[in-house]
């Protein structure tokens, strides 16, 4: 069993903590943000800081189960009864995942989107013969890691309307096996990242896959949706770090992947991964680890223009110079960046900016991580062609403080929910030729969405992933919310900045996965047959369409 | 057009080489193989040295085009009538490939793999306009790029023994745009890699993927096949280098791929690349592309054992310090190696290496490339870790040799088959750990396979391509060929090193592909479900089948 605590049901965080006290009768703004990046905030949007708390936990409706009688008989009689749950407390926790949209909705007090039952499987065998019976029974599959989607993936849309389950990993979270030579281990797909780091330490390894989600998302999930983490610059995307994996499906298991390598006809694992839920659950997941680093050196520099940044850090793609961490922010989040960071430090740096001809800059992070020879040959090389591009090193404590705030934002969210904003992020990636096309368009879109009597949206941006052939785009917007249409202010934001981002030559997502979000969008990113190839291979692997339904193949 | 020499029909080389002058009477072994070369492997195997020419390739048989005349008309109507050929030359040199098998039976007369007529699209629509109309014809379709495929790639087989046209890809073959700053180049599937390098050296960049093959294999060859290069531990598999296809199929276009990298989905370019012609025709490629290295060094060591050898690869793995070229040689490939250079040096280093314990020691060939200081560090930190896995240096020359030679092995098997040899090679990858038993277990079974009235083979292997995971390994196998029955002595001693390889655990191929050959054992390598998963997505994208029907998936 896993004794990984939960995820607050109305925002970030583990449950119990502030945000799951209630009711919140004044937003709590003081301690999450300093006067100066209040002020700025206001001036900026023209916001009013408001208190919006959300309804109290308790007042959240919660429709009655709907699942049979027969099917909970059925369940129970592959599960045991405690595997079965259709308890307020349960169905409410697997109630959607964390995108704006889902937190607007529990905030308002509705949890219309909540699986009819809760169950939780212990092995392969029991998740295949659970997926073999609900089949069957037409009973809707929803399976649930660590329940922080960004992009609507547990959104057990069903257009036939069937009862769902969610189907919980937490009790296959554990390490199966550890093949040290081949930094190869085995894990349950309900395993998160700090209990996966933990016991590999004791090897003298890590994993090193960090998202902003790390404390709570599960590797099952990671691999479902193709994520990727703030290292993934260096030690690859989590996709890249799947060796194999089991797939349960209603039509049978699938043993998928090979390592080190193979030519033994198309990728099949592949099809796997980014499945989100589609085609079945992973039960099960090889990894790749590596040696616990023996050095790590993270370091700030500064470049004057958003062009100039990228152009250095394109020519320390194309050398194939890449740090293990890569993090270059528009000078729109750097300053915001910098306002929102109390204490005298950032207030230092803010002066030195400003004398060095930087004061609209931008800043760029830096991690080294590896053998100590190495790290200084690499960050060495690097730091000649970043200084050939016009790059400042502003040195360690701008990287480091990075670092230490790395997991923040999505609590910071819940603080700005109380008071009157409207908060959401959106991503996309591209080629280095057509990266900057893609930033204009998918800025000039959301500005024109969001900019409503005298208000008006801010859109920081930053590069977060680096690869030879280009990089991930990772846009953060703050507005006033529109108090009246919350929902409706914005989708036809996202729509605005996910039409323009793939009219300029951006993929639909970079690490967020697609979900229930951004299938209406899937077939312009694949194409009509890229799509009727995956549903033949969803109608091969679960031919009464159970495998949530809700995400990533368009209606 | 391409004006890339095409390969003799019955063995390896440029048409109209030494290996095309006919009839050849005595075996010119003076020439390829050194005297001492001559008496080691006689002794070695029980062989003794005879003239076993190929037939003249005016006596090969080749039956009448079976392709009719309808037919013929609608594929004149699409692509011109110089595009479609029926005569022998053309057919012949698109019969089969190059595997042994291939060259046993062009060398006795047999050209019964032909096709019924070879055709040249020059361009995707009249690709996937041929396509359809083959669909509607019943005509079977195979992809032809450099015809150097050794499974069986090109056997045309059909189980419903309809005519068959080669799809000949030399029309598609230049470079259609390059995207300096992104580091892509678009290019088409019939671009072999000395064309491509040629054109990329013009702007300071190189692609660097070098297979055995290189001078003849065509970059849409390698994506349909998942080709790995002998430098691919540095620069990565070929379908690592794939950023984007075009594949026509009879059901319409697909365009896949999103660089630098998506989470839209399951990886659907990851199933055209290893589709070896069975869901359509490779048409173009975004291939990735990377500055040409400043330095390189290539590099001797030699260990006093394989297990020595493979422990301190496998130290650098794990370290992230492989180099671009790693090639462990066990100790029968060693000694061979070094009987059959001629030549003071490699007596000398004999010499050298007995003196120092390492008589029957292996040789590991390094190869570094890229930035200098980056060489420096990644060779130097790599040097300690070798010495303290007791590996000896033995200097640039072993290493620059090999480098000179990288592609000379398969012009030397036609010598050694005109002498009574057999010679074939195969291949696998395992983990680290596994790799060992799967190392036995292949030797095993092909010496107790081969060994017959006091002669037996020569099994000589080498590891070729690391991971952190673990390695490829590579066998030859060479042994007094059996003059009544050689088809069936290589498919006897085929059959058992595939099961042992694969009950060891072992990939069925690691970069020589499926095929016709290995296709008996895909269901043991992916599933009987994995099996079906490949069946509906080609059901639905080449209905009728006619999409090289004869490998890959079993019948």
């Given at each position: 069993m896993s004794e990984q605590p939960e995820l607050t049901i109305q925002g970030w965080g583990p449950s119990g903590s502030a945000a799951e006290?209630?009711?919140?009768?004044?937003?709590?703004?003081?301690?999450?943000?300093?006067?100066?990046?209040?002020?700025?905030?206001?001036?900026?949007?023209?916001?009013?800081?408001?208190?919006?708390?959300?309804?109290?936990?308790?007042?959240?409706?919660?429709?009655?189960?709907?699942?049979?009688?027969?099917?909970?008989?059925?369940?129970?009689?592959l599960l045991g009864e405690a595997n079965v749950r259709t308890d307020r407390e349960a169905r409410l926790r697997r109630a959607g995942g964390k995108s704006y949209l889902d937190l607007l909705r529990r905030r308002e007090g509705d949890a219309s989107d909540a699986p009819d039952a809760v169950v939780s499987p212990g092995t392969t065998e029991e998740t295949a013969a659970l997926l073999g019976a609900c089949s069957e029974l037409g009973v809707v599959v929803v399976p649930f890691g660590g329940g922080t989607s960004?992009?609507?993936?547990?959104?057990?849309?069903?257009?036939?309307?069937?009862?769902?389950?969610?189907?919980?990993?937490?009790?296959?979270?554990?390490?199966?096996?550890?093949?040290?030579?081949?930094?190869?281990?085995?894990?349950?797909?309900?395993?998160r990242g700090p209990a996966l780091e933990h016991e590999l330490a004791r090897e003298g390894l890590t994993f090193g896959h960090l998202p902003q989600s790390w404390e709570f998302a599960t590797v099952g999930g990671y691999a479902a949706t193709r994520s990727a983490g703030q290292a993934s610059t260096g030690v690859g995307r989590f996709d890249d770090l799947v060796a194999g994996l089991t797939l349960a499906t209603p039509s049978g298991v699938l043993e998928l992947g090979h390592p080190p390598a193979s030519a033994a006809g198309p990728d099949l694992l592949g099809l796997a991964l980014g499945s989100?839920?589609?085609?079945?659950?992973?039960?099960?997941?090889?990894?790749?680890?590596?040696?616990?680093?023996?050095?790590?050196s993270y370091e700030g520099w500064s470049f004057r223009s958003w062009a100039a940044g990228l152009?250095?850090?394109?020519?320390?793609?194309?050398?194939?110079?890449?740090?293990?961490?890569?993090?270059?922010?528009?000078?729109?989040?750097?300053?915001?960046?910098?306002?929102?960071?109390?204490?005298?430090?950032?207030?230092?740096?803010?002066?030195?900016?400003?004398?060095?001809?930087?004061?609209?800059?931008?800043?760029?992070?830096?991690?080294?991580?590896?053998?100590?020879?190495?790290?200084r040959a690499r960050s060495r090389t690097a730091a000649s062609l970043l200084r050939d591009g016009g790059g400042t090193r502003l040195g360690r404590r701008v990287g480091e403080s990075w670092r230490k705030h790395r997991f923040q934002a999505p609590y910071l969210r819940d603080t700005l929910l109380d008071a009157g904003l409207m908060v959401e992020t959106l991503e996309t990636a591209a080629?280095?030729?057509?990266?900057?096309?893609?930033?204009?368009?998918?800025?000039?879109?959301?500005?024109?969405?969001?900019?409503?009597?005298?208000?008006?949206?801010?859109?920081?941006?930053?590069?977060?992933?680096?690869?030879?052939?280009?990089?991930?785009l990772y846009v953060t917007v703050v507005a006033d919310r529109d108090d009246d249409l919350p929902i409706q202010q914005w989708l036809s934001a996202?729509?605005?900045?996910?039409?323009?981002?793939?009219?300029?030559?951006?993929?639909?997502?970079?690490?967020?996965?697609?979900?229930?979000?951004?299938?209406?969008?899937?077939?312009?990113?694949?194409?009509?047959?890229?799509?009727?190839?995956?549903?033949?291979?969803?109608?091969?692997?679960?031919?009464?369409?159970?495998c949530n339904p809700g995400v990533l193949l368009p209606d």
């Open positions: 006290r209630e009711p919140r009768d004044e937003p709590d703004l003081g301690a999450a943000l300093p006067k100066p990046a209040r002020r700025y905030l206001a001036k900026e949007l023209g916001w009013t800081p408001r208190s919006t708390p959300p309804v109290a936990v308790a007042d959240i409706r919660l429709a009655p189960s709907r699942l049979p009688e027969e099917a909970r008989t059925v369940l129970v009689g960004v992009v609507g993936g547990l959104a057990g849309i069903d257009p036939d309307d069937r009862p769902s389950i969610a189907v919980d990993l937490g009790r296959m979270a554990s390490v199966q096996a550890l093949d040290v030579p081949s930094s190869l281990v085995t894990v349950g797909p309900g395993m989100e839920g589609t085609l079945g659950v992973i039960t099960e997941l090889r990894l790749r680890v590596r040696p616990t680093p023996s050095a790590s152009a250095a850090i394109q020519q320390l793609a194309r050398n194939d110079l890449l740090p293990d961490v890569v993090r270059l922010s528009d000078s729109d989040e750097t300053r915001t960046n910098l306002l929102m960071a109390a204490g005298t430090g950032a207030r230092a740096l803010r002066t030195t900016l400003r004398a060095r001809g930087h004061g609209e800059g931008c800043l760029l992070v830096l991690g080294w991580e590896g053998l100590p020879a190495m790290l080629t280095w030729s057509a990266l900057p096309t893609v930033y204009d368009a998918v800025r000039r879109a959301l500005r024109e969405s969001l900019t409503r009597d005298g208000r008006r949206p801010l859109v920081m941006s930053h590069v977060s992933h680096g690869y030879p052939t280009g990089a991930s996202k729509r605005a900045a996910t039409d323009a981002l793939l009219g300029a030559g951006g993929t639909l997502t970079h690490h967020h996965a697609v979900g229930a979000d951004h299938r209406p969008w899937l077939e312009r990113e694949i194409g009509p047959l890229g799509v009727e190839v995956l549903r033949a291979v969803k109608e091969r692997l679960d031919p009464n369409g159970i």
